[in-house]
C-alpha cells in the first residue's frame, strides 16, 4: 500500500507536470490554463448533478426497504471523479470524466465488483488499519 500512495504523489504529479507543459508549449500558457478552469467548473458540476440522482436514487431504494449497495458504490466512484477533475491535469481530468459519465462508470463498477468478489473467493482480505505504532496500549475487547 505504501508503495501505491509512493506512486500516486510522485509519480502521477511528475507525469501531469509534463504534459501540462508539452500541451502549454504548444497551445500556450493561457489557453491551458483555461482548459484547466474549464475542466474543473464543468467536473464541479458534473459532479453536483450526478450526485443528486445518485442521491435520489439512494433514498428511493431506502425507501422501498432495499439497501443500495450499488448506489452507494456510484456515489463514492462520483466523489472521486469530481476530486480528480477538481485536480489540475489531463490525466486526472479523463480518469474523472469516466467515473462520472453513467456509462463508463457502470464499466468500471463491473470490473470493481469482480476484483472484489475475486478476492473474497480466493480469501483475501483487504484490512485499512493504522501503523503498528499508532497506539501500543490499545486493546481490542470483542463483546459478544
Same mark, same amino acid.
Given at each position: 500500500?505504501?508503495?501505491?500512495?509512493?506512486?500516486?504523489?510522485?509519480?502521477?504529479?511528475?507525469?501531469?507536470?509534463?504534459?501540462?507543459?508539452?500541451v502549454?508549449?504548444?497551445?500556450?500558457?493561457?489557453?491551458?490554463?483555461?482548459? @484547466?478552469?474549464? $475542466?474543473?467548473?464543468?467536473?464541479? /458540476? *458534473?459532479? #453536483?448533478?450526478?450526485?443528486?440522482?445518485? +442521491?435520489?436514487?439512494? =433514498?428511493?431504494?431506502?425507501?422501498?426497504?432495499?439497501?443500495?449497495?450499488?448506489?452507494?458504490?456510484?456515489?463514492?466512484?462520483?466523489?472521486?471523479?469530481g476530486?480528480?477533475?477538481?485536480?489540475p491535469?489531463?490525466?486526472?481530468?479523463i480518469?474523472?470524466?469516466?467515473?462520472? @459519465?453513467?456509462? $463508463?462508470?457502470?464499466?468500471?463498477? /463491473? *470490473?470493481? #465488483?469482480?476484483?472484489?468478489?475475486?478476492? +473474497?473467493?480466493?480469501? =483475501?482480505?483487504?484490512?485499512v488499519?493504522?501503523?503498528?505504532?499508532?497506539?501500543?496500549?490499545?486493546?481490542?475487547?470483542?463483546?459478544?
Amino acid at each position: 500500500m505504501f508503495v501505491y500512495m509512493i506512486l500516486l504523489f510522485t509519480l502521477l504529479p511528475a507525469i501531469e507536470l509534463a504534459i501540462l507543459i508539452k500541451v502549454g508549449s504548444h497551445i500556450g500558457a493561457i489557453n491551458t490554463m483555461m482548459i @484547466i478552469i474549464i $475542466t474543473g467548473v464543468t467536473g464541479a /458540476y *458534473l459532479a #453536483r448533478f450526478q450526485g443528486f440522482l445518485v +442521491l435520489n436514487k439512494i =433514498q428511493t431504494s431506502l425507501n422501498q426497504g432495499i439497501m443500495p449497495s450499488s448506489e452507494l458504490m456510484d456515489g463514492l466512484m462520483i466523489l472521486v471523479g469530481g476530486i480528480l477533475l477538481l485536480t489540475p491535469g489531463f490525466v486526472t481530468d479523463i480518469l474523472g470524466i469516466f467515473l462520472l @459519465i453513467p456509462l $463508463t462508470r457502470s464499466l468500471i463498477k /463491473y *470490473l470493481l #465488483r469482480n476484483k472484489f468478489e475475486s478476492m +473474497l473467493k480466493n480469501g =483475501q482480505a483487504i484490512r485499512v488499519s493504522p501503523s503498528n505504532n499508532y497506539n501500543k496500549e490499545y486493546n481490542d475487547i470483542d463483546i459478544n
